[in-house]
């Protein structure tokens, strides 16, 4: 008897683990799942895509490739590194087309084309080239979790994954705690830009 139910609280186990894994949402493609994830704390990465013009690039089922998004907390440091609020750079994408540009690049060095990584297959010292321009990331693993760093980003901080595994039909998509950058964001005060 005492085998039988070993074996049946076995069963029951493994049934639950695989009710779980599945009831995670898998996307039809970046924009749905930017859409979904906004009001979870991702409004200005949803923000940012359609101020550059990308929910139809972002809305391509087929695309494969893993998205590092910043989470809005991280997307205001960027903006008040650069001595705005997050909606002031918002709202000057719209209207200036030299940082449309230097934000598109930085969204494109957030994006690992080709390849739908999950958070923990990530290994230690791996370089991941991002589409831009063939720049790379560094991965890193600890007992903290896995953490990602550019060339610039924000005094050497590496952006660590804080939700993983955002999937999408053929990519994924990890919230990350900083924006990396390739470059430096000029200040972007009322005479800047």
Not at 11 to 40: E, M, R, T
Not at 145 to 166: C, E, Q, R, Y
Request: hydrophobic share 50%; charged share 20%.
């Amino acid at each position: 008897m005492a085998r039988r139910t070993s074996w049946l609280a076995l069963a029951l186990v493994a049934a639950l683990c695989c009710a779980a894994a599945s009831a995670a949402p898998v996307y039809d493609n970046f924009a749905a799942a930017l859409d979904a994830q906004a009001s979870g704390g991702y409004m200005y990465a949803k923000r940012l895509m359609d101020a550059l013009d990308l929910r139809k690039k972002y809305s391509d089922p087929s695309t494969v490739a893993t998205m590092l998004v910043p989470s809005d907390a991280a997307f205001a440091a960027l903006a008040k590194d650069a001595g705005v609020t997050a909606d002031e750079l918002l709202a000057k994408v719209q209207t200036n087309k030299a940082l449309k540009g230097l934000l598109s690049n930085a969204l494109a060095y957030n994006t690992i084309p080709g390849r739908a990584i999950g958070a923990f297959q990530f290994t230690q010292g791996e370089k991941v080239v991002t589409a831009q321009a063939g720049k790379a990331l560094t991965a890193a693993r600890s007992a903290d979790g896995v953490f990602l760093s550019g060339d610039l980003n924000k005094a050497g901080t590496p952006a660590k994954i804080v939700d993983a595994n955002i999937r999408t039909k053929a990519g994924v998509a990890h919230g990350v705690n900083a924006v990396l950058l390739p470059f430096n964001l000029p200040k972007l005060g009322p005479k800047s830009l």
